[in-house]
Nanobody, 119 residues
């Protein structure tokens, strides 16, 4: 199983980024996927999740109304559109397969992508 996150970068507060996570080696269709983030010295936290069909989504309160999760099952890719970024969104972002909807992941983490928001 490989989960490769990309699309992070440095952006000013109020800006936008679109993260992508390409999956391989797993049955992607029909599997709920999620985004999580982690800062150094802190526990990883839930950001957002999307059901296997894409029909259901969930968000942490801290990102609700600013972030949008989506997926393309033909490309085995899940996306996170992040608008209205704040300095507190600075973290390494990871995608993962969701074990228990919406916020409990399987404990397998691929390479994350760094998001840095300057004030």
């Amino acid at each position: 199983v490989q989960l490769q996150a990309s699309g992070g970068g440095l952006v000013q507060a109020g800006g936008s980024l679109r993260l992508s996570c390409a999956a391989s080696g797993l049955a992607f269709n029909g599997v709920a996927m999620g985004w999580f983030r982690q800062a150094p010295g802190k526990e990883r936290e839930f950001v957002s999740a999307i059901s296997g069909s894409g029909g259901s989504t969930a968000y942490a309160d801290s990102v609700k109304g600013r972030f949008t999760i989506s997926r393309d099952n033909t490309k085995k890719t899940v996306y996170l559109q992040m608008n209205g970024l704040k300095p507190e969104d600075t973290d390494v972002y990871y995608c993962a397969k969701v074990r228990t909807w919406p916020s409990i992941p399987y404990d397998y983490w691929g390479q994350g992508t760094q998001v840095t928001v300057s004030s």
